[in-house]
């Protein structure tokens, strides 16, 4: 079975601070993805990354960066985290091969509060 | 771009037949799925269509018309953890590997 795992599943920060959420995932993906996930409005994506050191924006980067130093770990970062930040942060990753390409496995979530 | 429509809440009783309706717009299309994701939980991966018609697994199906761009997914014989929202998602032709979600259906399932 496929695995991702996110290092917290709470997580309190304050304003202005520097915050990295990390994720791992054991199946060998080239892909892997990181969406926030607010109420009445889905998941949307953040960033995107197909292989080992690219990334791609999505549909809301504004605020945030990433990191893809292994296949395995792809981080979120958030330089100076805001209020408007806190949310529910999901990993999610995914190969082109197998029976359905592009299926995505997520991570439990990681819920962050900024005060 | 795309957007994906589907309704916000839907409630059925338990036992029952539900059909969770998704309509899209997209520039490219490779397909359509469904995601079910519990209270508190991760959106797990339910069924796919990317040609026409019924797919079956369980009590669970799901439809596709690519002419009206639409989709279905049908939930039978509803039991008490069925309970959740369940989001359709349509591959992204600007990058062949992303999905884009629509805003998910809660639904709950009443005895």
Redesign the interface.
């Known amino acids: 079975d496929v695995k991702?795992t996110q290092s917290s599943r709470y997580l309190v920060k304050r304003t202005g601070e520097k915050v990295f959420l990390e994720c791992v995932q054991d199946m060998d993906h080239e892909?892997m993805?990181w969406y926030r996930q607010d109420p009445?409005?889905?998941?949307r994506?953040i960033y995107?990354s197909?292989d080992v050191k690219m990334k791609?924006k999505?549909d809301i980067p504004e605020g945030y960066s990433v990191s893809r130093e292994k296949k395995e770990r792809f981080s979120l970062i958030l330089e100076s985290a805001s209020t408007n930040q806190t949310s529910m942060y999901?990993c999610?990753s995914?190969t082109?091969q197998g029976p359905?390409p592009?299926?995505?496995?997520?991570?439990?979530?990681t819920r962050l509060t900024v005060l | 771009g795309q957007s994906l429509e589907q309704p916000?809440e839907v409630t059925a009783v338990e036992g029952a037949i539900v059909q969770i309706n998704c309509t899209y717009q997209t520039s490219g299309f490779y397909g359509l799925?469904w995601?079910q994701q519990h209270d508190g939980?991760?959106?797990?991966?339910l069924s796919?269509n990317a040609l026409d018609g019924l797919e079956e697994t369980g009590r669970f199906s799901s439809f596709l018309s690519r002419s009206d761009s639409y989709g279905y997914l049908l939930l039978q014989e509803l039991q008490m953890k069925d309970s959740a929202s369940y989001?359709c998602a349509v591959?992204d032709q600007t990058?062949?590997?992303?999905?884009?979600?629509?805003?998910?259906t809660r639904l709950t399932v009443i005895p």
Not at chain 1, 40 to 43: A, K, S, T
Not at chain 2, 41 to 45: K, L, N, R
């Open positions: 991702v892909n993805f009445g409005l889905g998941l994506l995107f197909y791609e999505g999901l999610a995914s082109r359905i592009d299926t995505q496995y997520f991570g439990p979530g | 916000s799925s995601y939980g991760a959106p797990t991966f796919y989001f591959r990058g062949a590997n992303n999905l884009f979600f629509g805003t998910g």
